[in-house]
């Protein structure tokens, strides 16, 4: 793994922000710096190098400037594969992200952010998961030493509550964080990534072809990949599937 992060001070028990660059976690690093809730040694973000373009601006633009600091990021370095972004690594092994077994979530973003908190224990991690969706909070594995908090659903703070936390700090709202080639987006979104950038939307179409070629049955039972049957206007079964999940906003990635 490779991180920017610098050592950081021995401060007792560290209070580290998975942060994931969305609204959630725009809204806790706010409440931080206003003292609202005990401040963070750092913000860790998981990098997988396929972040929508809006995300990567906003970050460097806004979030950036205004944190002063405390932001790291860390990212996967591989022996074999070097230092691939999501999309090369899945490309080269012809395979797309999976919404079954969620490898990319696993290698890409936990992975990461767990060799991140290994030297910062005993610590806290928190997890931008808001109380609308408090069902997610559920304890997972983190390294020895770390504990886990929701501070949004202890405060009992909706999505809609962190929106006007961001609002009322003076900055702009940030997009939904997550990869243009997510397969946990909606019909919606892959049209606004067609519509937008339409360069990343043939590079989707690219990755999901590449995959299944080699495995004609990679999803789910259909001989075309998602962003193909979009393309052609056809709905595919995901959105009936986000819409059972309540949609994908800070759940999906566990972190």
């Known amino acids: 793994m490779r991180s920017n992060a610098p050592t950081l001070?021995?401060?007792?028990?560290?209070?580290?922000?998975?942060?994931?660059?969305?609204?959630?976690?725009?809204?806790?690093?706010?409440?931080?710096?206003?003292?609202?809730?005990?401040?963070y040694d750092a913000l860790v973000f998981a990098d997988t190098g396929g972040e929508h373009p809006e995300t990567y601006a906003y970050l460097e633009r806004v979030f950036k400037p205004w944190d002063k600091g405390l932001f790291h990021s860390v990212q996967v370095v591989s022996p074999k594969w070097g230092t691939p972004t999501l999309y090369d690594y899945a490309y080269r092994r012809r395979m797309v992200p999976s919404i079954i077994n969620r490898w990319c979530t696993n290698q890409f973003k936990i992975r990461p952010i767990k060799k991140f908190l290994r030297p910062l224990a005993p610590g806290t991690i928190s997890i931008g998961i808001s109380a609308d969706e408090?069902?997610?909070?559920?304890?997972?594995?983190?390294?020895?030493?770390?504990?886990?908090?929701?501070?949004?659903v202890s405060l009992s703070l909706t999505r809609e509550d962190c929106r006007r936390i961001i609002a009322n700090a003076g900055l702009p709202e940030p997009r939904k964080s997550g990869c243009w080639f997510c397969?946990?987006?909606?019909?919606?979104?892959?049209?606004?990534?067609?519509?937008?950038?339409?360069?990343?939307?043939?590079?989707?179409?690219?990755?999901?072809?590449?995959?299944?070629?080699?495995n004609p049955r990679d999803f789910l039972g259909s001989d075309k990949p998602v962003a193909k049957l979009l393309s052609e206007g056809r709905q595919p079964f995901l959105d009936g599937f986000l819409e059972a999940e309540s949609g994908c906003r800070s759940g999906y990635c566990f972190v």
Do not use: C, Y
């Open 183 to 214: 397969p946990f987006q909606s019909r919606r979104n892959w049209l606004e990534l067609a519509e937008l950038h339409p360069d990343l939307w043939g590079k989707a179409l690219a990755l999901e072809a590449n995959s299944i070629a080699r």
């Open 9 to 39: 001070p021995d401060r007792g028990r560290m209070r580290i922000l998975s942060f994931g660059a969305g609204v959630q976690t725009t809204a806790l690093a706010i409440l931080a710096a206003k003292r609202e809730i005990e401040p």
């Open 134 to 152: 408090s069902h997610r909070a559920v304890r997972r594995p983190q390294p020895r030493g770390i504990e886990p908090d929701w501070p949004l």
